[in-house]
């Protein structure tokens, strides 16, 4: 049987994406998917293998080959004068061949986290591993710093890095107002497939699903700095430009956020207390959705708090709750209708 080119490359990158996922039905998956039979399958995967995309590691399993290429950024050699330096210096050249769109994303966000490294870390030095395969290219940054949950908490003069944390889905964060707008993390977040931040602890993740989440790492508490991880397919279709269109207005003025409250609380919120920390600094917006997907219940005084003290101060802002069960709507109508 034969296929047209567009067929055959789906088939590649379909075999691709699921050596990328570890599955364990790979030739059965492909062959349900698209309709041939096994030996089809096979001429394939042997094709890859042929082309060193992939390797074998035992019967039936394979895995990515990976190109990796590590470098070091130097603040006394003057690495880290400005992200541009690093930028075009290293990471431009190892993406040369991938679309525009690809290329213009990682130019963004590349630059922001370079650009933290330079103004916000008080870092000497940064090492950067560039980890790339067929199938989507990977960047480390590690440095260091003071460690930004560190940083954000002393230059807020908050609680605890939970508190830090949290600033950090929100967007519009910065120590240095003069110089930065807050926005590259909470966009650059957006917009990979996968992206990671790492320090004092505390671990921030983000996916291409737009799930995020935080996780303890006591075992990493009292290590120096910060890591960031950034993970991009090769062949998205993403335009850097449709994400920053979502939480902006018609003058591309970043106005709105988004707060997943089930990654932010590790229990249904319920005090006052919980709702000032979700209301710090959401006076800089326009909008506000507060996203209750797999929160069960949220406590009175956590609803005042937010949807008629809050709203009473900031009336202008509109606040808009999705994903309410039952139990969260009773409350929510209970508070801002009695």
């Not at 931040?197 to 993740?205: E, H, P, Q, R, W």
């Not at 003025?253 to 609380?265: D, G």
């Amino acid at each position: 049987m034969k296929f047209d080119a567009e067929k055959k490359n789906a088939i590649i990158q379909y075999i691709i994406e699921k050596i990328a996922e570890k599955s364990d039905r790979l030739v059965s998956s492909v062959q349900e998917t698209f309709g041939i039979n096994e030996s089809t399958v096979h001429s394939y995967i042997k094709k890859l293998l042929q082309g060193e995309v992939i390797r074998k590691i035992k019967r039936g399993e394979y895995e990515l080959i990976s190109q990796e290429t590590t470098f070091v950024l130097d603040r006394n050699n003057g690495d880290l004068d400005d992200d541009s330096h690093a930028y075009s210096g290293y990471l431009k050249t190892l993406i040369a061949d991938l679309g525009e769109n690809v290329k213009g994303i990682w130019e963004y966000t590349f630059s922001e986290m370079i650009n933290n490294v330079i103004d916000h870390s008080q870092a000497e030095r940064a090492v950067v591993i560039v980890s790339r395969n067929h199938f989507e290219t990977v960047v480390t940054i590690a440095d260091d710093g003071i460690g930004i949950f560190e940083k954000i908490k002393n230059h807020f003069n908050l609680d605890s890095y939970d508190d830090a944390v949290c600033e950090l889905f929100k967007g519009k964060l910065t120590t240095d107002e003069t110089r930065h707008s807050g926005e590259g993390i909470f966009f650059s977040s957006k917009i990979m497939d996968g992206f990671l931040i790492a320090s004092s602890g505390k671990l921030f993740t983000v996916n291409k699903y737009d799930d995020s989440r935080t996780l303890d790492l006591p075992e990493f508490s009292n290590e120096k700095g910060t890591v960031v991880i950034m993970a991009l397919s090769n062949h998205s279709k993403k335009q850097a430009k449709e994400i920053f269109d979502e939480y902006s207005d018609e003058d591309s003025r970043f106005v709105k956020t988004k707060l997943p409250l089930k990654n932010i609380f590790e229990t249904s919120p319920v005090s006052r207390s919980q709702a000032r920390r979700i209301c710090n600094q959401l006076s800089k917006f326009e909008e506000v959705i507060l996203d209750f997907d797999k929160v069960e219940w949220m406590g009175q005084g956590f609803a005042h708090q937010i949807f008629v003290v809050f709203q009473n101060e900031y009336p202008g802002i509109k606040l808009s709750p999705v994903n309410m069960n039952e139990s969260i709507k009773k409350m929510y109508n209970h508070v801002t209708k009695s």
